[in-house]
């Protein structure tokens, strides 16, 4: 027997503590489909069973086995023993903590005699690698299962069929598969000890189709150590397997051969281990406590992943790993034998992550970022080649539209922050359909497909009507990603610490322009993607006919916007929106930036002068007549709005004055390198007085939005306008992020309470109520990639080599300024009466 490998247990992040305590938290989560959630996280984890991102629950349980009695550790094993017959007693529940990437769950179970106890760990690792996209493809996770004391412990896990169809009436079929040991080079799978493996499909497979949202195409591999010391296994009844290890400790080694539905007698597919602790105490007084664990692993394979409209046709996507790997059984032998290098790679990529957003905001703020990493990679899927990956996204539970804009919009600083070249694989596929010519309006489409995972199109051009929103989004993102590519903004965690221990990558050889032997990106100067003002420059020549045909609609329409809907389309259609206006008028002023990357300059000046004076008009239009707030719209006096597209102007550089566009040097975080120059924005004009020293939009715009959202700040965070008392997560970070230091922090306090408090019993909402239990407003978002919104501080700090936030600083001179919000607003609803029967010119 080994002993316990002490940086396998740092590796798997089992030191971690965290803050929050949410109400759901990520156990595997992948991708739409693989996407499995500890449900009602504040309860002992054996009180529920873990669900499916919509809620639905999912066939997963884990039980040990000691002194006699069995502990179910999760789901409800225990709904299928019979008291009458079996010991049930029930662990100490220890807690859940959570990183970026990890997920723990810790138990005390009693040992013989009560003098001491077995300590057990669950600790699920969805593998966050920034460094390695390869990685980053395989649909696949870990759960390890850490086990400490002195006293025998025997192991039980299953799995049901609902984990590849959401329709219970579906047959199943199953297999074991066995991987011998062997040399990693001479062995099919690629595995080093040997697995086994329960492969888990529909007798009838539906491609690119969904029952529940779940996937009804691919097949799950659920593997565990094989060899003298790995598991035994067993496939049959749930409720005969669970009596048979409760009586028993360990399983048969048999295969159920009868297949059936997915609740008809219950398949399920289950896994046994036994920990011989008590060997340590043989003859001695005291017992010296002995360490154990298992690794088991899931993945769901499934090819194609989608379909897509590109410049070719309809196409049937494959996966990306499908580039590296043979075939499905090489894919799962490596990844069971990657765990080390997995798990070092995303403990780089949390550990930074936790400083970075502790330095940035506070332990809640460190939190509620790990919190959001994995929701929004599990929207994803990868596709492509190395050489020209591409992500798909799908927009969870609000409609399920493919590659949506203007929820990648939101979700984009958590790219920024994280692999700036992940947020151009998703760009991609939009930028290619509509360079094709299979989109025919003028705009910007709003998705490329009405649910995932096929994106058709909209030949018709009918897709939902949000012009201006999504011009503005494309504008702003693409010039946020030119400016990552002009200006080396790699942190520490994309550069791994040494090759020692690394397994190399099979196939990666063929794709040396991308990748190293190990899997690892290459850096980004050296790959086809590169970090350089060439890099960009191509990138956005590349599309720009779409860049300008999407400027010329903003040009004509987003000063004064007609009847239509912004992202928040939940809120319902409205005229002259004034942060819609904001965004669409920030998307002109990108557009100047983008036409002097490539080099037009004519276009560059036409542009800035139009944003220049369309951000004058805004400004009057925009903003109450005594200056303390932005209304909802222009003409709807005694209304207010959070203007969550400030964001963007300073995330783009444009409040960055002329006299500190200097060189810039690296940022104080530990995560943060030392730049070449700051990311200064091109052929920057003087607009408004002199003493705004030549930003886009005057400081008294943040200061005046900073003291009025510390003013109509609710318990549970800042609404989102005047309308309702709801808000959106994502637009709190967006704009606390450019408010001073105590209105951020009250927002952040406000928000991090409302984690700790809510009723809400999904994934990371990002639509609730900021007043009573803070819960769903009638809608249920959930789960959505939108929380990417939340890494909007970090995303700022790493903008212009770290001078848009030194930009702000100014905000923190002064305490918020005190408004009576009631009384302001009944003001202006009587000055904006007088104004309005004078007439708007323009209007």
Excluded at 161 to 182: A, C, I
Excluded at 562 to 575: S, Y
Excluded at 756 to 783: C, H, K, Q, S, V
Aim: charged residues 25%.
């Amino acid at each position: 027997m080994r002993l316990f490998d002490l940086s396998l247990l740092a590796a798997s992040g089992l030191a971690s503590a965290s803050t929050l305590t949410p109400n759901t938290v990520p156990l595997i989560v992948r991708n739409p489909y693989l996407s499995t959630w500890l449900y009602h996280a504040r309860d002992a984890p054996w009180e529920n069973w873990p669900m499916f991102w919509t809620g639905a629950h999912v066939g997963f349980s884990v039980m040990a086995s000691a002194s006699g009695k069995v502990y179910p550790l999760l789901g409800r094993p225990q709904d299928s023993l019979s008291t009458k017959r079996h010991k049930i007693a029930y662990p100490e529940y220890l807690g859940v903590t959570f990183d970026a990437s990890t997920t723990n769950l810790s138990y005390s179970i009693p040992a013989a005699g009560g003098e001491s106890s077995v300590l057990v760990t669950l600790s699920f690792l969805s593998p966050i690698t920034p460094s390695s996209t390869m990685r980053q493809a395989i649909p696949a996770g870990y759960m390890t299962v850490f086990v400490a004391g002195c006293d025998d412990l025997d192991l039980y896990t299953d799995v049901n069929g609902e984990w590849v169809t959401g329709n219970r009436d579906n047959t199943l079929r199953w297999e074991m598969f066995e991987s011998p040991p062997g040399e990693e080079k001479g062995t099919k799978n690629g595995t080093k000890t040997g697995i086994k493996t329960w492969k888990v499909r529909r007798e009838r497979e539906e491609l690119l189709t969904e029952f529940g949202d779940r996937a009804e195409w691919g097949t799950l591999h659920f593997s565990a150590p094989g060899g003298e010391n790995g598991v035994r296994y067993q496939s049959g009844t749930s409720a005969l397997l669970r009596g048979l290890f409760a009586e028993r400790g360990e399983l048969r080694d048999e295969v159920d051969g009868e297949f059936r539905r997915v609740m008809e007698d219950e398949p399920v597919f289950a896994f046994s281990k036994g920990f011989k602790l008590a060997d340590g105490g043989k003859g001695k007084e005291k017992c010296e406590k002995r360490e154990e664990s298992v690794r088991f692993t899931w993945a769901l394979v499934q090819d194609p992943v989608v379909q897509f409209a590109s410049a070719r046709g309809l196409t049937m996507m494959r996966p990306l790993w499908q580039s590296f790997f043979t075939d499905a059984d090489e894919l799962v032998g490596w990844h069971f034998d990657d765990f080390e290098t997995a798990a070092k790679l995303a403990g780089e990529y949390s550990d930074a992550l936790a400083r970075d957003a502790y330095e940035s905001g506070s332990r809640e703020y460190q939190d509620i970022a790990a919190l959001s990493a994995r929701q929004v990679l599990g929207a994803t899927q990868f596709s492509g080649t190395p050489e020209d990956p591409i992500l798909f996204l799908k927009e969870i539970s609000s409609n399920g539209n493919f590659q949506t804009v203007d929820v990648i919009f939101p979700a984009f600083p958590f790219f920024l922050y994280t692999n700036p070249r992940w947020l151009a694989y998703l760009l991609e596929p939009l930028l290619e359909h509509q360079l094709s010519g299979q989109y025919p309006n003028d705009y910007s489409m709003h998705d490329l497909g009405a649910h995932f995972p096929n994106a058709t199109g909209h030949p018709d051009g009918r897709d939902e009507y949000m012009p201006v929103e999504e011009c503005g989004n494309m504008l702003i993102m693409g010039l946020a990603l030119a400016n990552a590519l002009r200006y080396d903004t790699d942190p520490a965690f994309m550069r791994p610490k040494g090759a020692e221990g690394m397994r190399t990558a099979p196939g990666a050889k063929r794709w040396w322009e991308s990748v190293d032997e190990y899997g690892i990106d290459l850096p980004r100067g050296e790959a086809k993607l590169g970090s350089t003002p060439k890099a960009a420059e191509k990138w956005l020549s590349r599309s720009y006919k779409l860049w300008k045909q999407w400027t010329g609609y903003l040009v004509r329409e987003s000063l004064i916007p007609h009847n239509q809907l912004c992202t928040d389309d939940f809120a319902g259609w409205l005229a002259n929106q004034t942060n819609l206006a904001l965004k669409g008028i920030i998307g002109i002023k990108a557009m100047s930036e983008i036409a002097d990357i490539v080099g037009e300059k004519e276009d560059a000046k036409f542009y800035r002068e139009t944003a220049g004076e369309y951000i004058e008009k805004w400004q009057e239009y925009g903003i109450s007549r005594d200056g303390t707030h932005a209304k909802l719209a222009y003409t709807w006096y005694g209304s207010w709005t959070t203007i969550y597209n400030l964001y963007a102007d300073s995330l783009l550089c444009f409040h960055v004055s002329d006299k500190n566009k200097s060189s810039v040097t690296g940022g104080r975080k530990s995560g943060k390198q030392p730049r070449m120059e700051s990311q200064i924005p091109l052929g920057q004009q003087a607009y408004g007085s002199k003493k705004d020293e030549n930003v886009f939009i005057p400081d008294k715009v943040y200061q005046m939005q900073s003291d009025w959202y510390h003013a109509v700040l609710q318990k549970y965070g800042l609404p989102l306008d005047s309308r309702h008392l709801y808000t959106k997560s994502d637009w709190e970070f967006f704009a606390a992020a450019v408010t001073g230091r105590k209105t951020r922090t009250e927002i952040l306090t406000s928000v991090a309470r409302w984690v700790n408090e809510t009723e809400t019993d999904r994934p990371f909402t990002d639509l609730y109520d900021t007043e009573g239990n803070g819960g769903f407003p009638g809608i249920w978002f959930m789960a959505r990639p939108v929380v990417g919104g939340h890494f909007a501080f970090l995303a700022l700090e790493r903008a212009c080599g770290g001078k848009a936030v030194e930009a702000l600083k100014f905000l923190d001179k002064r305490e918020p300024g005190e408004v009576d919000v009631e009384l302001v607003l009944m003001r202006d609803l009587s000055t904006g009466e007088q104004y309005d029967d004078e007439g708007w010119e323009d209007l």
